[in-house]
C-alpha cells in the first residue's frame, strides 16, 4: 500500500457513517474524531495493531490534551469512544471505561516533542528482534526513508525492577520520550514500537512501513552477510 491510498482513506472515507460521538469532553471536529476512528481501523486493517496498540492525536486546538480511544481493539473502535485527555494521561471528564494502560506514552511523548501531533504504539513480531539484537533496524527501501536518523531501544529495566514490561505510568512514558528524543521512531525491547508523526496520516503512513522495513531487512539478512542499508554502505557479493 502506497502513501496515497492511505491519506485518501483518512481524508475521504471518514465522512461514512460512525457511532454518535462520545459527550462531555471540548467541543473537537467531527472529522478529526472520524479520522482518528479510520486511522485505528487501516492499522488494524494493514496488521500494525492487533488486539493491542494505540494510535492518538493532540487536541486540535488545546496542545496540553490529546484524544484515544478507551481500551478497546482497535478494529472495533467507533467515534463514540473517544475520549480526551490531558498531558498527565488522565481522562479529562471522568469515565468508568477501562483506559489503555500505556497512555502515559502518549502524554509524554506530547509534553516532550510539540511538534508530534500523533503517536501510534504497536506491538508486532517483526521489529521484535531488532530491539533484543545488536543489529539495528536501518532504511533498507525507499519508503523507510524515514528511519534514516537512527532508531533508539527503550531497555525499561533501567527504570523499573519489577520485570514488568508495560509503560504504565508517566515516569516511565517520561523515559520513553526520552530515548525516543528527536526521532521518529523507537522500540521498546521485547515489547513493541513507538511511531509519531507531524500529522496522524504521517504517523499511520510511517507505523505501517516501520513494520514492512523491519520484514525487508531481516530477509535481506537472511540472504547476505552484509546489506546496502544506507548510501554509504554497499552490498558486497
Not at 480511544?69 to 478494529?75: C, G, I, Q, T, V
Not at 504504539?121 to 530491539?131: D, M, S, T, V
Not at 543489529?135 to 519489577?162: C, K, M, N, Q, T
Amino acid at each position: 500500500m502506497m502513501l496515497k491510498p492511505i491519506v485518501v482513506g483518512l481524508a475521504g472515507l471518514a465522512a461514512l457513517a460512525f457511532p454518535q460521538r462520545a459527550a462531555a469532553q471540548a467541543p473537537v471536529d467531527a472529522a478529526v474524531v472520524d479520522d482518528l476512528v479510520l486511522a485505528s481501523r487501516i492499522l488494524a486493517t494493514e496488521g500494525v495493531l492487533d488486539a493491542y496498540g494505540h494510535v492518538s492525536i493532540r487536541h486540535p486546538t488545546n496542545p496540553n490534551r490529546y484524544l484515544m480511544a478507551r481500551s478497546r481493539a482497535p478494529a472495533l473502535i467507533t467515534a463514540a469512544d473517544i475520549l480526551e485527555f490531558d498531558l498527565d494521561s488522565n481522562p479529562v471528564t471522568p469515565t468508568q471505561a477501562r483506559l489503555f494502560t500505556e497512555r502515559f506514552i502518549h502524554g509524554s511523548i506530547y509534553r516532550a516533542r510539540p511538534d508530534v501531533k500523533a503517536v501510534c504504539i504497536a506491538i508486532r513480531r517483526p521489529l521484535i528482534p531488532f530491539g533484543i539484537s545488536d543489529v539495528p533496524l536501518r532504511p533498507v527501501f525507499h519508503l523507510g526513508a524515514f528511519l534514516y536518523g537512527g532508531v533508539p531501544v527503550y531497555e525499561i529495566s533501567e527504570h523499573a525492577s519489577d520485570g514488568e514490561m508495560l509503560v504504565r505510568d508517566a515516569k516511565l512514558g517520561d523515559a520513553l520520550a526520552k530515548t525516543l528524543g528527536d526521532k521518529i521512531v523507537a522500540l521498546m525491547r521485547g515489547h513493541g514500537n513507538v511511531v509519531v508523526g507531524p500529522s496522524l496520516q504521517h504517523a499511520v503512513f510511517r507505523a505501517i512501513y516501520t513494520e514492512v522495513n523491519a520484514r525487508l531487512q531481516t530477509v535481506a539478512i537472511g540472504l547476505a552477510a552484509r546489506c546496502a542499508t544506507s548510501p554509504t554502505r554497499r552490498a558486497t557479493t
